[in-house]
């Protein structure tokens, strides 16, 4: 697998400070560790699109906490919110036939694809140079198929996808500790139904997830 957290630092070492980024975030948590990574570099609006959000208390509670984040964070330069948006209908239109499929299977591949595509083409629509998403830095998500997807994407969208794996360095371990201190709301699914379904299952039945790097 290559070495994505060195293929960011090429192109940011590449980059002029306070460039403007399109940030895709799925959460406060997973957004804290990036935001203290990326803010003393970028301009940064965070997108938060995330149609596999199926019920929309746990929407609006994950979107209240990022905008939380931001507001409770130092940055050097601007970091502003951006809701994409609750939808659950399109997420359901789009993975229709893989109900069954296994956390971490095609599905969570698809849900990926129409996250990020929509950053991308709103990175396009709104003169964005750099986009990027949150999702690299979960231990639950496969990070070679988020950047294949991101790669794929910068021949379709006139903008340019930021490599990320920002587990490394202790990433997930540092948005630990940042949630403990601002006292966040920390979610241990996905969002998206199918995704609790699998969770609630696994702790009837006493099964340990296992990290997918």
């Not at 659950?88 to 229709?96: A, E, G, H, M, S």
């Not at 095609?106 to 929509?118: A, K, S, V």
């Not at 997930?172 to 201190?181: F, L, N, P, Q, V």
């Amino acid at each position: 697998m290559k070495n994505y957290d060195k293929l960011m630092i090429d192109q940011i070492n590449e980059i002029d400070d306070g460039s403007k980024l399109l940030l895709h975030a799925c959460c406060g948590p997973c957004s804290s560790a990036v935001i203290e990574r990326l803010s003393s570099k970028f301009l940064i609006d965070i997108l938060f699109y995330n149609p596999n959000i199926t019920d929309e208390i746990e929407y609006y509670k994950r979107l209240d906490e990022l905008k939380r984040v931001v507001e409770l964070m130092p940055h050097k330069y601007e970091v502003n919110v951006l809701d994409g948006g609750f939808n659950n209908r399109l997420f359901f239109d789009v993975t229709r036939g893989h109900e069954k499929d296994l956390e971490r299977g095609e599905r969570c591949y698809i849900c990926y694809n129409l996250r990020l595509e929509e950053t991308a083409r709103y990175a396009e629509k709104n003169n964005y140079p750099f986009f990027a998403t949150t999702l690299t830095l979960s231990p639950y998500k496969k990070v070679d198929w988020l950047n294949e997807i991101g790669e794929n994407l910068n021949n379709k969208y006139n903008t340019t996808y930021l490599y990320s794996d920002f587990k490394k360095k202790n990433g997930y371990k540092r948005s630990i500790e940042i949630s403990k201190e601002l006292n966040l709301y920390r979610q241990d699914y996905c969002g998206c139904i199918y995704s609790l379904r699998d969770r609630q299952e696994k702790r009837k039945d006493g099964i340990i997830d296992i990290v997918v790097k």
